[in-house]
């Protein structure tokens, strides 16, 4: 049963520290999208890879956040130093090139105090 | 800018009853048009898209109208059940990018 897998489900951590997520996007999907979920901002898009490669991390604050895909099978969104503005569920999403279903993973809920 | 507008925000309907959930789109761009699902603790799922060359598509008690003209698209959820109580998101997607633009997202009860 092919998934999205996300770690760590749930973060919590003070204000000021660097906080990694991982994502194992499913084998074979291309494209690899993280978004970040609040009550106020619903679904916002961070960040998008296409084989690997960036495309638009336009939606991101680029001073403390960095998305990285180091091979095919992690993606990794890290916050340095973390603020409890970043307080949110994050998601990764994988999919094939042109249209069709993302899958989402379940999420990391992120905490920040 | 907000490219995607849903609503209403939140919808209560009796077990059997219609659920109906709109969206409109700004961007004339937009040739791929999905609705996502999403239960507490998970996330959101593909639960059917449409294309704009077609008006409407049903998936079983799930169906999109589309209506191009307008820029605007809705889910009808028929039978409605306890069990579709979840958050509904509307989204669209260009054909030359692949990222999905959602909308604000509608919570869904049906009470028994």
């Known amino acids: 049963d092919a998934r999205v897998t996300q770690t760590p489900r749930d973060k919590v951590t003070e204000m000021g520290q660097e906080v990694t997520m991982r994502c194992q996007p499913i084998l074979g999907h291309n494209t690899v999208f993280w978004y970040r979920q609040t009550m106020m901002q619903g679904l916002e898009l961070l960040a998008y890879f296409r084989n690997r490669a960036p495309l638009d991390d336009s939606g991101m604050p680029k001073d403390r956040f960095s998305a990285e895909m180091p091979d095919a099978t992690l993606a990794t969104l890290k916050i340095q130093p973390s603020e409890p503005r970043d307080s949110a569920v994050y998601f990764c999403?994988?999919?094939?090139?042109?249209?069709?279903?993302?899958?989402f993973g379940e999420g990391s809920r992120l905490t920040v105090l | 800018q907000q490219q995607v507008k849903q609503s209403p925000q939140s919808l209560i309907v009796q077990k059997g009853g219609i659920s109906i959930i709109n969206c409109a789109y700004e961007n004339t761009a937009f040739d791929y048009f999905p609705w996502y699902q999403q239960f507490p603790g998970k996330g959101p799922a593909l639960l059917i898209a449409i294309r704009p060359d077609v008006s409407e598509k049903k998936e079983g008690r799930f169906t999109i109208s589309f209506n191009k003209s307008a820029k605007q698209f809705s889910l009808h959820i028929m039978d409605s059940q306890p069990g579709d109580s979840a958050t509904y998101f509307c989204?669209?997607?260009?054909?030359?990018?692949?990222?999905?633009?959602f909308g604000s997202g509608t919570q869904l009860t049906v009470l028994p």
């Open positions: 999403a994988s999919g094939s090139q042109g249209f069709g279903e993302l899958f």
């Open positions: 989204a669209a997607q260009t054909g030359s990018a692949r990222q999905l633009t």
